[in-house]
């Protein structure tokens, strides 16, 4: 298929299937045969069937979610280099606040690599493969490369250890500036399995998983990270983060979330998207 877009149709006939006793691994052996592609079959899986899917993760996958060491409810995590605070957990969804992820030098260092490599950011294209300049996000910003600088490397370690996640199945580092009265209007980090270009975006290390949104200042107004489909607010505090993941490509997570408008000064944030597996 040129184009593989989950229709209610194909919904329709995996429901058939599971009412009929098929498994879903029996179910997504069908689909393969007949040409569709494994990532776009799973998560049509998952979204039809939700978690009566279980499936087993294929090669290069690494099964579960990112999530802190938080069952002793320490109020710091040890992450080898550094005490990270832990400031507010939600468990559904799983949203974390943590506080002094980095230090003061370290916001500094990045926005000081990051502030001559700034263009105007960009979204999933809405009808067409690539990416494009979208009205609902007024920022610039900047991709890291994976360990492209000391700096980068350590933190990147930093959080690999705090999230108990690979270290390679991390995106590059975005950084993103918002100077006053931009905003990044609600939204799903997880890429949308209907979508042209999710079937190429996935050969590269899968659906995302969780995001990791860190503070590099503190505004003097505004900017905060808000989930509107939960009522939560989370003020940007330079060397703060805020941590939340999606078991899957849907709604039902709860993950909708957007950055509100900066109402007086800048606000730089960098943002780590995990990867169900080794990101190229």
Not at 5 to 17: F, G, K, R, S
Not at 55 to 70: A, D, K, S, V, Y
Not at 91 to 98: D, G, K
Request: overall charge negative.
């Amino acid at each position: 298929m040129s184009q593989q877009v989950i229709t209610p149709e194909l919904c329709a006939w995996i429901t058939e299937q599971s009412s009929a006793g098929h498994a879903s691994e029996s179910i997504l052996a069908a689909m393969l045969g007949s040409g569709w592609d494994e990532g776009i079959a799973r998560q049509a899986l998952a979204r039809t069937l939700g978690q009566s899917a279980t499936l087993t993760p294929p090669p290069g996958i690494t099964p579960g979610l990112p999530e802190p060491e938080l069952s002793r409810f320490a109020p710091v995590i040890d992450t080898g280099d550094r005490q990270v605070k832990v400031l507010m957990a939600l468990r559904q969804p799983r949203v974390v606040v943590f506080g002094d992820l980095l230090s003061d030098e370290e916001c500094d260092g990045i926005i000081g690599l990051a502030s001559k490599r700034l263009a105007r950011s960009e979204t999933v294209a809405t009808g067409s493969d690539g990416s494009e300049v979208n009205a609902a996000r007024t920022s610039d910003g900047m991709f890291f490369e994976r360990c492209e600088t000391d700096l980068i490397r350590r933190i990147e370690a930093r959080i690999a250890t705090l999230l108990r996640w690979p270290l390679d199945h991390g995106e590059g580092l975005q950084v993103l500036r918002y100077r006053p009265g931009a905003e990044y209007q609600p939204h799903y980090d997880y890429f949308d399995p209907g979508h042209v270009s999710t079937p190429n975006i996935l050969r590269r290390g899968g659906q995302r998983v969780a995001t990791l949104v860190i503070y590099l200042n503190t505004p003097a107004a505004g900017g905060s990270t808000i989930f509107p489909d939960i009522g939560l607010d989370v003020a940007p505090v330079k060397g703060n983060a805020v941590f939340f993941s999606y078991d899957r490509p849907h709604p039902a997570t709860q993950t909708l979330h957007g950055g509100s408008p900066v109402l007086d000064g800048e606000k730089w944030v960098a943002t780590k998207w995990l990867r169900q597996g080794v990101f190229t």
